[in-house]
């Protein structure tokens, strides 16, 4: 799988979701996008959206 298919077929994870991974608050993950520790994307809504692929590397660096 390339670069750019694993980019277009990565999945989203909601706050809730990377919360449970990191067994944190869901606003902690909000709080860590907003200092830029996490990348998130804003759905058409304005929910965010955090790629699994990321969360994912964050998780086997600790």
């Known amino acids: 799988m390339t670069t750019q298919d694993r980019r277009e077929t990565d999945k989203l994870l909601t ?7 990191f067994r944190v608050d869901p ?3 909000t709080r860590w996008a907003k200092a830029g520790k996490l990348t998130s994307i804003r759905t ?3 929910h965010r959206r955090y790629k699994e692929s990321e969360v994912r590397g964050l998780l ?3």
Request: no cysteine; proline share 6%; hydrophobic share 55%.
């Open 15 to 21: 706050p809730a979701e990377v919360a449970a991974l």
């Open 27 to 29: 606003k902690t993950v």
């Open 44 to 46: 058409l809504g304005g």
């Open 60 to 62: 086997a660096d600790l």
